[in-house]
């Protein structure tokens, strides 16, 4: 199979401070991983596009200096979320693309910020 | 643009067979993919289809995609408690993120 991890699984975090979160994908290469948000009961909704090796591609409306997202190895994102407030609280989950004919998107169990 | 829809809720008897259906917009869709989300976890990938198949079966579940109506649907026989969850169902175009739809909360009762 293909494994993605998240950590931490859920955070809490005062209003303010940073929030770093790792996206690995466990048994497979992943040149290009994705971070998505998703709100209760919503659906997910795609925030930025990381390539290794580069810059993130950030959706319209996404503050790239809000959400700094490195891609520094084939097996690790990360997602900092700076100087957060309370409408950051989210589930965000991340994806990794596995380099096979069909490009499938693998997903992590996602990690719950809750801001105080 | 791309736009991707589902009904929202979904109630069956545990034994029954599950339908839940979705619609797409862009017909530049290269696969369409089935996820199932469980409360509080992450997106679990059940199945996905090309766009030149018209079927795929794999085990209890079943997807059908009719190309010309931009319709897929994902059909789980025997249904059993253990399948209540949400599902979406995903498009993929010429750009690599996937288009996700609003999800279907399926609820199994024993």
């Known amino acids: 199979g293909a494994v993605v991890s998240q950590h931490p699984s859920w955070v809490i975090c005062k209003s303010g401070t940073s929030v770093k979160i790792e996206c690995r994908s466990l048994d497979f290469q992943a040149t290009t991983m994705f971070w998505y948000r998703q709100f209760p009961k919503q659906s997910l909704m795609l925030m930025a596009t990381?390539?290794?090796?580069?810059?993130?591609?950030?959706e319209q409306g996404v503050e790239k200096d809000k959400f700094l997202i490195n891609h520094a190895s084939l097996t690790l994102s990360t997602l900092t979320v700076t100087s957060a407030h309370p409408e950051d609280s989210s589930f965000y989950i991340c994806?990794?693309?596995?380099?096979?004919?069909?490009?499938?998107?693998?997903f992590g169990p996602g990690t719950r910020l809750t801001v105080l | 643009g791309e736009d991707v829809e589902q009904s929202l809720f979904l109630s069956v008897r545990e034994g029954d067979s599950s339908v839940i259906n979705c619609t797409y917009t862009?017909?530049?869709?290269?696969?369409l993919y089935w996820y199932k989300q469980e409360p509080g976890a992450g997106l679990q990938l059940l199945t996905y289809?090309?766009?030149?198949?018209d079927m795929k079966q794999d085990q209890r579940l079943t997807v059908l995609l009719n190309k010309k109506d931009k319709h897929l649907s994902l059909r789980i026989a025997d249904t059993q408690t253990g399948d209540s969850a949400i599902y979406f169902c995903?498009?993929?175009?010429?750009?690599?993120?996937?288009?996700f739809g609003s999800g279907t909360r399926l609820q199994v009762q024993p």
């Open positions: 862009d017909s530049s869709s290269t696969y």
């Open positions: 990381s390539n290794e090796g580069s810059k993130a591609t950030y």
């Open positions: 995903a498009e993929r175009t010429g750009r690599r993120a996937l288009t």
């Open positions: 994806s990794g693309e596995r380099p096979d004919f069909t490009d499938t998107q693998y």
């Open positions: 289809i090309f766009s030149n198949m």
